[in-house]
T-cell receptor, first 113, second 110 residues
Framework: EAQVTQNPRYLITVTGKKLTVTCSQNMNHEYMSWYRQDPGLGLRQIYYSMNVEVTDKGDVPEGYKVSRKEKRNFPLILESPSPNQTSLYFC????????????FGDGTRLSIL | QKEVEQNSGPLSVPEGAIASLNCTYSDRGSQSFFWYRQYSGKSPELIMSIYSNGDKEDGRFTAQLNKASQYVSLLIRDSQPSDSATYLCAVTRGADGLTFGKGTHLIIQP
């Protein structure tokens, strides 16, 4: 089954404690991206990757890091999380080089206290 | 700063009627346009893509694009209660990031 898997689905943590949200896709997609969704602000792109070892900033990259060492994985790293990073996060992927996220993960709800 | 504007709603439409959702964008260099549907508590689902001026139809859905007016719309014919969701408009220049609107909350009244 084609899918994008995010882990964890839910996380409550404290300010400053480094965390990683993993994202893995089994469709051999080149394009992967991360979004955060906040009430009243909608869905905003954090980072995206067109291929292995190629990553670019989206609209709200501050406070986040990503890496794309393998085609299937695109982890989101919060080196020093802060309460303003409390949000619902989605990972997405699509085939080819088209920026057209077709498959979204189920989301990760992060709460930073 | 690229912006995508949508009326947040809620937009209430009787069952069986046509629902019309609108979106405007600020970046004239935008080349690709998408509509996503998102049910409460779920992830977005791509329902339509459109790349050139005019209409594109897929089942009960029609996407309309007018690049001169920087305007994209989504029509849902024969609206069903299951169409009740938030609809997100998204645009991109192509090989760059994707910018979403804040979404329109659509309610189909039985």
């Amino acid at each position: 089954e084609a899918q994008v898997t995010q882990n964890p689905r839910y996380l409550i943590t404290v300010t400053g404690k480094k965390l990683t949200v993993t994202c893995s896709q089994n469709m051999n997609h080149e394009y992967m991206s991360w979004y955060r969704q906040d009430p009243g602000l909608g869905l905003r792109q954090i980072y995206y990757s067109m291929n292995v070892e190629v990553t670019d900033k989206g609209d709200v990259p501050e406070g986040y890091k990503v890496s794309r060492k393998e085609k299937r994985n695109f982890p989101l790293i919060l080196e020093s999380p802060s309460p303003n990073q409390t949000s619902l996060y989605f990972c997405a992927s699509s085939s080819g080089r088209t920026v057209r996220p077709q498959h979204f993960g189920d989301g990760t709800r992060l709460s930073i206290l | 700063q690229k912006e995508v504007e949508q009326n947040s709603g809620p937009l209430s439409v009787p069952e069986g009627a046509i629902a019309s959702l609108n979106c405007t964008y600020s970046d004239r260099g935008s080349q690709s346009f998408f509509w996503y549907r998102q049910y409460s508590g779920k992830s977005p689902e791509l329902i339509m893509s459109i790349y050139s001026n005019g209409d594109k139809e897929d089942g009960r859905f029609t996407a309309q694009l007018n690049k001169a007016s920087q305007y994209v719309s989504l029509l849902i014919r024969d609206s069903q209660p299951s169409d009740s969701a938030t609809y997100l408009c998204a645009v991109t220049r192509g090989a760059d990031g994707l910018t979403f609107g804040k979404g329109t909350h659509l309610i189909i009244q039985p």
